[in-house]
């Protein structure tokens, strides 16, 4: 059995959620941006009282900021980035590791009032540093040149979230905006005119939209 074959049973042998990063972090935005806003509403009713480890409108930007948006990132990089590289991505207990530090990062902020400020810190930075640096691995691994702006994106969004542990939450949030904004809009440039070019193609059509080029590297 080829080493490639091997992989993709040990993949197929996975639980089907732990098999790409889209199948665990795609639900858990959709579950976090719920969870979060039932806590918020609950702490501004006064029904609740948990120990944030940030006054209640800076956890609740945070969390929307990392938590929800950061789940949303992951879920989408490390399902795409093994297309861009053609580097595996973490399936399998490792892929189940990372969710549990997202998760991790989401109880340290939720709870973590009476921790140590770099306690909390250190649990709520780990899931970023740990995404870009498997990005960056497999980027540099398949020398993927075109593709560092993403890495340069996540460090950063990671630098974003440290700010807010820094006191600094109104600089981290407009820093983490930005990143997001960046993100989107790189990676949105890309694959709006190939799906558009793909589907003109499957239609017959001769029209084609213009591809990413020197403008949209400039924008």
């Known amino acids: 059995m080829t080493p490639v074959a091997h992989t993709l049973s040990r993949r197929d042998r996975s639980p089907t959620i732990l098999r790409d990063g889209f199948r665990v972090f795609f639900p858990l935005t959709a579950l ?47 399902t795409a980035v093994p297309n861009w590289t053609g580097v595996a991505s973490p399936y399998g207990l490792r892929l189940a590791g990372l969710a549990a530090v997202w998760l991790a990062g989401r109880v340290a902020a939720t709870l973590g009032g ?8 250190g649990l709520d930075m780990a899931f970023p540093i740990l995404i870009a640096g498997l990005v960056s691995r497999s980027v540099e691994r398949a020398d993927n040149r075109r593709n560092r702006p993403v890495v340069g994106l996540l ?18 949030m407009r820093l983490g905006l930005i990143s997001i904004v960046f993100l989107v809009a790189l990676i949105g440039g ?3 005119p190939a799906f558009t070019g793909n589907w003109l193609l499957r239609t017959g059509r001769a029209e084609a939209p213009r591809p990413f080029g020197d403008p949209d590297r400039a924008a």
């Not at 806590?39 to 929800?68: C, N, Q, Y």
């Open 32 to 78: 976090h941006a719920i969870v979060a806003l039932a806590v918020w509403l609950a702490v501004l009713a006064g029904t609740v009282a948990p120990s944030l480890a940030f006054d209640p409108l800076t956890w609740h930007i945070h969390e929307m900021l990392f938590g929800t948006l950061g789940a949303a990132v992951a879920g989408f990089l490390l």
């Open 114 to 121: 009476d921790w140590p400020w770099w306690g909390v810190a």
């Open 155 to 172: 460090i950063a969004y990671g630098a974003a979230n440290l700010l807010f542990h820094l006191g600094l939450p109104e600089a981290g």
């Open 190 to 192: 890309r694959v709006v």
